[in-house]
């Protein structure tokens, strides 16, 4: 297998040669209830992962009723029918296993991995908290946990250097009336006007077997693994038909460039510079996460040679996807000035180096080893139960179809020089750019508000 390297050349025998075909074994089928499980066998080690899928995120809360998503990620720790609170993780960990959850725009999981003696404790937690969690909860859950997330919040956002750089970015991306566009762990008024009874209808509307995916991987058995499933989830009624999300479309670029410059407290200034791309799991989408890996993926990149070795403006630099698959996904370049650049050297300098791309093209060695990058990560990450267990549910949540996991090399190992050069040239131009700028705080200002006359500077600098 070809062995992907940090520098920017790729060694002669990646030339060409292409990933032995993966094939991860998948079994699928659906409860009645309409829960879909996916199961994955593998006793490479003795350990099994459970992954459970929510088809709810953000984008599901209504005006004045935002975080919720968030909140439940918390709640759904505070026990239920039979669990006591807290006694999920104390479960989990005295039997030698870890667990978390976590939150995204339009998706909500949980996931364990413990020893594969320990699946029948997994699987009846997960259930019970599924099918019985109302029972249980309390205001007092509610509002101990609403102040736990409120604390959250203000620590790993609002008192935190660049925090509300993901809040603020799918603001100024997404238009006001989108799904995408509002914060993902809510606004404080919002957290603290949500009732026991607003919780308890946002609960019963999501949190229902028909509204999920269960992913098994590692060492079990799957006739006994069926069995379980079937024993523990079976008798959860399906829920009611969710309301629909309203229309996502949007056209394929801003049709401008947008900025928003913010002063913070922070010591260097750094830009989150945003394009609209093709949503996660079309065939452009491809090419555009190899462009982000040309651009900014490890020390071999674009950006990172050019702004981080050669010209020292920046200390830091990459690109990433947010690999959305409702209408239109996030393509982000991410760069943190050197300490004495000004914000307008820094965003000129990064809108240089996205127009040599756009004029220029990248080129065959590029994407040979951008592709070699990509696969060798998601070979690697196949490897992980957890990993693979997570890929599963994704793919079955966004798609219905888990078998998408084992395309996944060959649909990049498809992807062209071409291909990648159209992206750049329909996605990464002037008119499709979204500038957010953080910048240290004035003296003497109190908080963090956007800067017309530093936008202003920075478009006439970057127009120089």
């Known amino acids: 297998?070809?062995?992907?390297?940090?520098?920017?050349?790729?060694?002669?025998?990646?030339?060409?040669?292409?990933?032995?075909?993966?094939?991860?074994?998948?079994?699928?089928?659906?409860?009645?209830?309409?829960?879909?499980?996916?199961?994955?066998?593998?006793?490479?080690?003795?350990?099994v992962a459970v992954n459970l899928w929510y088809h709810v995120g953000s984008a599901n809360e209504r005006p004045g009723r935002t975080g919720f998503a968030h909140l439940f990620e918390h709640m759904l720790f505070q026990g239920s029918a039979d669990v006591g609170a807290n006694e999920h993780f104390e479960l989990i960990q005295r039997a030698g296993g870890t667990l978390n959850g976590s939150t995204w725009l339009d998706r909500t999981n949980y996931f364990e991995t413990v020893p594969s003696n320990q699946l029948e404790l997994v699987l009846w937690l997960e259930?019970?908290?599924?099918?019985?969690?109302?029972?249980?909860?309390?205001?007092?859950?509610?509002?101990?946990?609403?102040?736990?997330?409120?604390?959250?919040?203000?620590?790993?956002?609002?008192?935190?250097?660049?925090?509300?750089?993901?809040?603020?970015l799918p603001a100024l991306a997404f238009p006001e009336e989108h799904p995408f566009h509002h914060s993902l762990i809510g606004s404080m008024s919002d957290l603290d006007a949500a009732s026991l009874d607003d919780i308890?209808?946002?609960?019963?509307?999501?949190?229902?077997?028909?509204?999920?995916?269960?992913?098994?991987?590692?060492?079990?058995?799957?006739?006994?693994a069926r069995r379980l499933v079937e024993r523990y989830f079976g008798a959860i009624p399906s829920g009611r038909s969710k309301p629909p999300l309203p229309d996502m479309e949007l056209p394929a670029t801003f049709g401008e460039w947008k900025r928003v410059v913010?002063?913070?407290?922070?010591?260097?200034?750094?830009?989150?510079l945003a394009f609209r791309a093709?949503?996660?799991?079309?065939?452009?989408?491809?090419?555009?996460?190899?462009?982000?890996?040309?651009?900014?993926?490890?020390?071999?990149?674009?950006?990172?040679?050019?702004?981080?070795?050669?010209?020292?403006?920046?200390?830091?630099?990459?690109?990433?996807?947010?690999d959305l698959t409702k209408a239109s996904d996030l393509?982000?370049?991410?760069?943190?000035?050197?300490?004495?650049?000004?914000?307008?050297?820094?965003?000129?300098?990064?809108?240089?180096?996205?127009?040599?791309?756009?004029?220029d093209g990248v080129t065959e060695e590029e994407v040979a080893r951008a592709v070699a990058l990509v696969q060798t990560e998601f070979i690697a990450a196949m490897q992980s139960a957890g990993d693979r267990a997570d890929r599963l549910s994704m793919f079955a949540t966004y798609f219905k179809d888990p078998e998408l996991v084992n395309t996944q090399v060959q649909r990049y190992e498809s992807v062209t020089v071409d291909a990648v050069n159209?992206?750049?040239?329909?996605?990464?131009?002037?008119?499709?750019?979204?500038?957010?700028?953080?910048v240290p705080k004035t003296e003497g200002e109190s908080e963090a508000v956007p800067s017309d006359e530093l936008a202003a500077g920075i478009a006439s600098a970057a127009q120089s």
């Open 262 to 272: 913010v002063e913070d407290d922070v010591m260097l200034s750094r830009l989150f």
């Open 331 to 359: 393509f982000v370049i991410d760069v943190t000035a050197r300490p004495s650049v000004s914000a307008e050297t820094l965003e000129r300098d990064v809108a240089d180096e996205v127009d040599v791309l756009v004029r």
């Open 127 to 168: 259930a019970n908290r599924m099918g019985w969690l109302l029972p249980a909860m309390t205001q007092q859950k509610l509002d101990t946990q609403r102040d736990v997330v409120k604390n959250e919040r203000r620590w790993s956002v609002d008192n935190q250097p660049y925090g509300t750089w993901w809040e603020r």
């Open 1 to 47: 297998m070809p062995k992907a390297v940090e520098g920017g050349r790729v060694p002669d025998e990646c030339r060409g040669v292409q990933f032995t075909e993966m094939r991860i074994p998948i079994e699928t089928f659906r409860l009645p209830n309409g829960l879909f499980v996916t199961l994955s066998e593998d006793h490479t080690a003795p350990i």
């Open 278 to 322: 093709p949503a996660f799991g079309t065939e452009a989408y491809y090419a555009s996460s190899v462009c982000a890996t040309i651009l900014g993926s490890r020390k071999g990149s674009r950006l990172y040679r050019r702004l981080v070795r050669e010209r020292q403006v920046a200390a830091e630099a990459q690109a990433f996807t947010y």
């Open 200 to 224: 308890k209808h946002f609960f019963a509307t999501y949190y229902t077997p028909d509204n999920a995916v269960l992913s098994l991987a590692g060492d079990f058995d799957r006739v006994e």
């Open 422 to 438: 159209t992206f750049v040239r329909e996605r990464l131009g002037e008119n499709n750019r979204s500038s957010l700028l953080f």
